[in-house]
T-cell receptor, first 114, second 117 residues
Framework: NAGVTQTPKFQVLKTGQSMTLQCAQDMNHEYMSWYRQDPGMGLRLIHYSVGAGITDQGEVPNGYNVSRSTTEDFPLRLLSAAPSQTSVYFC?????????????FGPGTRLTVL | AQSVAQPEDQVNVAEGNPLTVKCTYSVSGNPYLFWYVQYPNRGLQFLLKYITGDNLVKGSYGFEAEFNKSQTSFHLKKPSALVSDSALYFCAVRDTPGSGNTGKLIFGQGTTLQVKP
């Protein structure tokens, strides 16, 4: 199994540009989520999904959209990038949303918005 | 509200010595606790979890953690540290999904472990 994969690894955008961060998992996990990691602030939840066709907002959803058309994929879209979105983005998945289940993380995407 | 605290920003240990990374928690109901490790420029890797049963939980890379209900602690331990153990360690509890909760992981602030040769 490849686990959780993310592309790209690095990205530089200009303010106002849009892009999609890709996330895929091959473990047939129902629950998927996106976090951003910023220095001194730990990981914060952006959006999450408990299954195909179902998404919901986390702590910091503004400026981001998600969709979940398949179990495997959970892309994160930045509609109009802002410097405040400079961060490291992690996708994670787990078998179910149950709190017994550990989440598995992708390698991250380091995004810089100029 | 559920929370996790890691009281030490950094722990320094000599290679070969035992290490402890501390974690305390505040949760409603039964605590389901996790430890993750993050190596530089890498994603978080799951180390171990406590769900129920034995208070001493064994995980990856020789790590173990001791659950102490009376002290509400879940300290990470290793009998003999390696230089390659140097990384950022996170203790976490998973939010209960539903009723406005997201099922997210609630992390401690992280502890940097530095193992010196």
């Amino acid at each position: 199994n490849a686990g959780v994969t993310q592309t790209p690894k690095f990205q530089v955008l200009k303010t106002g540009q849009s892009m999609t961060l890709q996330c895929a998992q091959d473990m047939n996990h129902e629950y998927m989520s996106w976090y951003r990691q910023d220095p001194g602030m730990g990981l914060r939840l952006i959006h999450y999904s408990v299954g195909a066709g179902i998404t919901d907002q986390g702590e910091v959803p503004n400026g981001y959209n998600v969709s979940r058309s398949t179990t495997e994929d959970f892309p994160l879209r930045l509609l109009s990038a802002a410097p405040s979105q400079t961060s490291v983005y992690f996708c994670a998945s787990s078998y179910q949303a149950s709190r017994r289940n550990e989440q598995f993380f992708g390698p991250g995407t380091r995004l810089t918005v100029l | 509200a559920q929370s996790v605290a890691q009281p030490e920003d950094q722990v320094n240990v000599a290679e070969g010595n035992p290490l402890t990374v501390k974690c305390t928690y505040s949760v409603s109901g039964n605590p389901y606790l996790f430890w993750y490790v993050q190596y530089p420029n890498r994603g978080l890797q799951f180390l171990l979890k406590y769900i129920t049963g034995d208070n001493l939980v064994k995980g990856s890379y020789g790590f173990e953690a001791e659950f102490n209900k009376s002290q509400t602690s879940f300290h990470l331990k290793k009998p003999s540290a390696l230089v390659s153990d140097s990384a950022l360690y996170f203790c976490a509890v998973r939010d209960t999904p539903g009723s406005g909760n997201t099922g997210k992981l609630i992390f401690g602030q992280g502890t940097t472990l530095q193992v010196k040769p």
